[in-house]
């Protein structure tokens, strides 16, 4: 229960404050159940003190409402050892873990599910990136040929040219008596060198050809191969992320268990004793008592009402004394619950906490 405290505070060792002040013991003592039973004495004293009628003989008025017996005498508080507490503590504890091992397997589906997920993402990518790959690797092997026809282009043509005038001189020779003696040979020698010159051109740019296809197909393969590890390395790194954070998330869980059941932990045996068993009173409820009164019917009806008075004063100040060491024994046994120190006289600058101590004794009076 959480209360405004006005009263004097302390700190003690275990970091809790403790409230200090005095207390009004009759104010406190007018709370309890039992003053009920004070109330009806009082005025039971009353009417025995009015004066006799003589020929009276009806008995005394009593009210027929029955007032509340006295509280019943209760048990010294049960106080649990740190031994029972820590059991508690750790059946709670296996509780929490057990249930959080139970929760794992539903993280461990989500998080496959994330990964498979994200790794379809990441092939799908890299198919994407390889077909890029493949067509700009191909528009540079183009290139690369047209710029080697390009190379060789104006030689192998002049030498097409050479081979056609010359082949043409030859032909024109030949249709001479004689074939055309040394003339004819020596341009046949030149046909022949630039044949082999022409033909050297094009099996070197066929082979140059043949060399950038071969290329063309292993750079293919490497970057597909580049782009694959990557792709692969990439889902590593994802897996890897999902199940430190799924781990973190356990551990996390786990640490805040931790955390809670630590402020739980059983703190050492009071050195305060327990408080003593309350010993009944053998009172006579009022009701009983004034039930047996019967005004006197003799002459001398004063000095029965003063020895009827006298009995139910004395029946008063035996529940007067046992609701002081009623409502004593339960600030008593506040002190040690609520970390109160209650003192029953105004002074050292003590301050008035009697409504703050109310709230306390009306909720265990409460039914």
Same mark, same amino acid.
């Given at each position: 229960?959480?209360?405004? !405290? ?10 809790? +404050? $403790? ?46 409402? *029955? ?37 794992? $397997? ?31 690797? *191909? ?16 030689? !192998? ?8 005038? &010359? ?28 044949? $082999? ?34 792709? &692969? ?6 897996? +890897? ?6 781990? +973190? ?22 050195? !305060? ?9 053998? &009172? ?48 008593? *046994? ?15 600058? &003590?301050?008035? !906490? ?14």
């Amino acid at each position: 229960m959480a209360i405004g !405290i006005a009263g004097c505070r302390s700190s003690v060792s275990d970091g809790t +404050e $403790t409230l200090r002040g005095f207390v009004r013991l009759q104010a406190l003592e007018k709370l309890h159940p039992g003053w009920t039973d004070v109330r009806y004495l009082d005025a039971l004293i009353a009417r025995a003190a009015l004066p006799v009628s003589p020929p009276a003989q009806t008995p005394f008025p009593v009210s027929q409402t *029955r007032v509340a017996e006295p509280l019943p005498p209760q048990s010294a508080v049960a106080r649990a050892g740190p031994e029972s507490e820590a059991v508690k503590i750790d059946a709670i504890r296996n509780a929490a873990y057990t249930r959080i091992r139970s929760l794992q $397997t539903t993280l461990n589906q989500r998080t496959a599910r994330i990964i498979e997920r994200k790794q379809k993402l990441i092939e799908n990518q890299a198919d994407v990136d390889i077909r890029n790959a493949v067509e700009k690797l *191909r528009e540079e092997s183009i290139r690369r040929k047209a710029d080697r026809r390009l190379a060789t282009h104006d030689q !192998i043509r002049d030498l097409g040219f050479q081979e056609i005038a &010359l082949a043409s001189q030859v032909n024109s020779l030949s249709k001479y008596p004689g074939g055309g003696g040394p003339a004819r040979v020596e341009l046949q020698k030149k046909l022949a060198g630039v044949r $082999t010159d022409k033909k050297a051109l094009e099996d070197s740019l066929a082979a140059d050809l043949v060399a950038i296809d071969a290329r063309l197909k292993q750079d293919i393969i490497a970057s597909e191969a580049a782009l694959r590890r990557e792709a &692969l390395a990439k889902v590593r790194q994802v897996k +890897e992320a999902e199940e430190q954070r799924q781990a +973190e998330t356990t551990r996390r869980y786990a640490n805040e268990v931790d955390i809670i059941l630590a402020t739980l932990a059983p703190l050492d045996t009071s050195d !305060i004793p327990a408080p003593k068993r309350v010993v009944s009173l053998p &009172l006579v409820s009022p009701y009983a008592l004034a039930s047996n009164f019967q005004r006197a019917n003799s002459p001398d009806g004063s000095a029965a009402s003063r020895k009827e008075a006298s009995i139910l004063a004395a029946q008063r100040d035996k529940m007067v004394q046992f609701i002081t060491d009623d409502v004593k024994r339960r600030l008593s *046994r506040l002190e040690a619950q609520k970390q109160l120190e209650v003192h029953y006289a105004p002074g050292g600058g &003590l301050g008035d !906490i009697t409504d703050q101590v109310a709230d306390l004794l009306r909720a265990e009076w409460k039914p």
